[in-house]
């Protein structure tokens, strides 16, 4: 069982910018490839980010030049950095590990999220 515990969402106007961390409950060098997911109320789950334990990423295109992904694995935390944000980025985002090769959920559980708005 794994658990995940986002945090650092709020109320940015766009251009602003955020920082989400998601602590993880076992060790994430363990589980291999992480990410971020993001969810409108109505809409599937969305892919943004991967991060391998060699720290390679690779983002979404609607997200490249403008967030990145970090991981601490001594911490067992993922981070999102978000710069320059847009409307179109407001929803829920949402950690979890990712099946290698792939940008599926490696976990059937998922965390509380934390909830981003972009608006003036």
């Known amino acids: 069982q794994v658990e995940f515990m986002e945090s650092g969402g709020g109320l940015v106007e766009p251009g602003g910018s955020l920082r989400l961390s998601c602590v993880v409950s076992r060790s994430i060098v363990s589980i291999g490839v992480m990410g971020w997911y993001r969810q409108v109320p109505g809409s599937q789950r969305e892919w943004v980010a991967s991060i391998s334990t060699g720290h390679l990423t690779d983002l979404a295109e609607s997200v490249k030049g403008r967030f990145i992904i970090t991981r601490d694995n001594s911490k067992n935390t993922v981070y999102l950095q978000m710069k320059n944000l847009k409307p179109e980025d407001t929803g829920a985002y949402f950690c979890?590990?990712?099946?290698?090769?792939?940008?599926?959920?490696?976990?059937?559980?998922w965390g509380q999220g934390t909830q981003v708005t972009v608006s003036s």
């Open positions: 979890n590990g990712i099946e290698r090769s792939t940008t599926n959920p490696l976990f059937d559980s």
